[in-house]
């Protein structure tokens, strides 16, 4: 079975411009989690949705950042204008609460995302 | 106070040495612990749950003391392969994987 996609898998961009960030979790998870990692902050939760429903965005850092997922194979993470200290790698993650519990996380491959 | 605190390292040991890592959490509140494993420039992967009574996989033996706040990881003959980071991960929510805080990680170094 495929894992969690996402793409691209490195973005180098220049401050300000627009930046979006895809990801496809794992088919008939109802869990989706977008994650930033940095050496300073290491892996922070930035939002999670459930079921396609955001429920809990207090981690995004500011209004820049916004998430959507309008169906359950796809999401996307969107920084607008870009900055230079969103230089990190963003996972994305997803879990089904399905199974039998504890309910594993499975993390994407991540993308590295460059602001110049 | 970070939520989940972990001694960085980086921990140097000899193949087949045992190593043990640490964890605190300052939420009391918490209820579903973990281990996960990431390989430098990959993404985090579950090495293990957590219980209350310990538990064990193969060379792998987790701990939870909720009194003291405390989780810990021991790795038995430890083998090249377990060259990694190794992230203290708690969540709030009983046999669930939402809303996990992840420590910054524990650097493992195992050498030939």
């Known amino acids: 079975d495929a894992g969690v996609i996402q793409s691209p898998r490195h973005e180098v961009t220049e401050m300000g411009q627009e930046v979006t960030l895809r990801c496809k979790p794992i088919?008939?998870?109802?869990?989706l989690f977008w994650y930033r990692q940095t050496m300073m902050r290491g892996l922070e939760l930035l939002i999670y949705?459930?079921?396609?429903?955001?429920?809990?965005d207090s981690g995004m850092p500011e209004d820049r950042f916004s998430a959507k997922m309008p169906n359950a194979s796809f999401s996307t993470l969107k920084i607008q204008p870009s900055e230079p200290r969103d230089s990190a790698v963003y996972f994305c993650a997803s879990s089904s609460s399905h199974s039998g519990g504890p309910y594993e996380q499975y993390f994407g491959p991540g993308t590295r995302l460059t602001v110049t | 106070r970070k939520e989940v605190e972990q001694d960085p390292g980086p921990f140097n040991v000899p193949e087949g040495a045992t190593v043990a890592f640490n964890c605190t959490y300052s939420n009391s509140a918490s209820q579903s612990f973990f281990w996960y494993r990431q390989d430098c420039r990959k993404e985090p992967k579950l090495l293990m749950s957590?219980?209350?009574s310990g538990n064990e996989d193969g060379r792998f033996t987790a701990q939870l003391n909720r009194a003291s706040q405390y989780i810990s990881l021991l790795i038995r003959d430890s083998k090249l392969s377990d060259s990694a980071t190794y992230l203290c991960v708690v969540s709030p929510f009983s046999g669930s994987a939402r809303q996990l805080t992840f420590g910054s990680g524990t650097q493992l170094t195992v050498l030939p």
């Open positions: 949705f459930n079921n396609n429903v955001p429920i809990d």
């Open positions: 088919s008939g998870h109802d869990y």
């Open positions: 957590v219980y209350s």
